[in-house]
């Protein structure tokens, strides 16, 4: 059910500048290893970096938040990004407005 659920969510998702972001560092300094955008207004990116916690997911929604996960092994951080991925597009394809904010409010505070 959750694979059904995450394929149907990666209909809107893009490779961020035609894949051209991999192996590039990233924001949080580290090598991005995934990165995509969605065609309503959000960007999730995979980071490995040498120090602290090694994996961090940097997502954001335009206008709205910015916000970086950080993960201590790789299968852990595969499996956020796309549950994230899920998350992330449920939102933008709210259609009541007022929905949407409270939505993207409560979103934010469980991220």
Not at 37 to 43: P, Q, S, V
Request: proline fraction near 2%; include cysteine; glycine fraction near 8%.
């Amino acid at each position: 059910m959750l694979k059904n659920s995450l394929e149907k969510g990666n209909d809107h998702w893009n490779p961020f500048q035609n894949g051209s972001t991999i192996g590039m560092k990233g924001s949080e300094r580290g090598i991005i290893i995934r990165d995509e955008e969605h065609d309503l207004g959000a960007r999730i990116t995979l980071e490995k970096i040498d120090t602290g916690a090694p994996y961090r997911i940097t997502s954001s929604i335009c206008g709205w938040m910015i916000h970086t996960s950080f993960f201590s092994d790789e299968v852990r951080a595969i499996s956020a990004y796309d549950v994230m991925k899920l998350e992330l597009n449920n939102m933008l394809l709210e259609k009541d407005e007022i929905n949407l904010a409270q939505k993207i409010s409560k979103f934010i505070q469980e991220f």
